[in-house]
């Protein structure tokens, strides 16, 4: 299976700040990384796929990119509403696996 | 407007069964392939099964292969996991959503999840 690791586990911010999660893959997976977020007691939204395509509704400030083992999503301005827990998920093989997911906190 | 609306968790006992509805509508369900992904207490996402548009195809994790099926029912726009030999380690939220196929790779949208919880 493949591992996805992704960095911080944690992360304090300030509203305005530019954050960026980090997910790494245990071996190469091209451009199929997909990238969640969760809110405390709702279910995982979808923010990108392929890498650094926006879903549709997701703000622009919502931004990744990478390709083969090593991927990015970045917050430019972080927003109230952006305070929740980020997953990045591999799709280039079965079973698809997840990063242990970062938790993103208000400072 | 998409909507899944997953059914039939509780508390069920070690060893017991429980069957996972998934009510699919907004959407032409026979035409995308559908997983289960579930999430235990505080824990992170685990995906646990897939099964293509027609059911041809179908994808487990090794933690609940050979304990637990998934299947479909196109014309009642429906996705079943039928659970069995319960653990504790498979007390989860259980969320249905489609995708993982070669025209949408990812998970997209979810329901909004029923909690199973194995204990005696």
């Known amino acids: 299976d493949i591992q996805m690791t992704q960095s911080p586990s944690s992360l304090s911010a300030s509203v305005g700040d530019r954050v960026t999660i980090t997910c790494r893959a245990s071996?190469?997976?091209?451009?199929?990384l997909n990238w969640y977020q969760q809110k405390p007691g709702k279910a995982p939204k979808l923010l990108i796929y392929?890498?650094?395509s926006l879903q549709s509704g997701v703000p622009s400030r919502f931004s990744g990119s990478g390709s083969g083992t090593d991927f990015t999503l970045t917050i430019s301005s972080l927003q109230p509403e952006d305070f929740a827990t980020y997953y990045c998920?591999?799709?280039?093989?079965?079973?698809?696996?997840f990063g242990q997911g970062t938790r993103l906190e208000i400072k | 407007e998409v909507q899944l609306v997953e059914s039939g968790g509780g508390l069920v006992q070690p060893g017991g069964s429980l069957r996972l509805s998934c009510a699919a509508s907004?959407?032409?369900?026979?035409?995308?392939?559908m997983n289960w992904v579930r999430q235990a207490p505080g824990k992170g996402l685990e995906w646990v099964s897939y099964?293509?548009?027609?059911?041809?195809?179908?994808y487990y994790a090794d933690s609940v292969k050979g304990r637990f099926t998934i299947s479909r029912d196109n014309a009642k726009n429906s996705l079943y996991l039928q659970m069995n030999s319960l653990r504790a380690e498979d007390t989860a939220v259980y969320y249905c959503?489609?995708?993982?196929?070669?025209?949408?790779?990812?998970?997209?949208?979810w329901g909004q999840g029923t909690l199973v919880t194995v204990s005696s």
């Open positions: 959503a489609p995708g993982y196929s070669s025209s949408s790779d990812w998970f997209d949208p």
């Open positions: 907004g959407f032409t369900f026979s035409s995308y392939s």
């Open positions: 099964i293509s548009s027609s059911s041809s195809t179908i």
């Open positions: 071996q190469s997976i091209s451009s199929y």
């Open positions: 392929a890498a650094s």
């Open positions: 998920q591999q799709s280039y093989s079965t079973p698809p696996t």
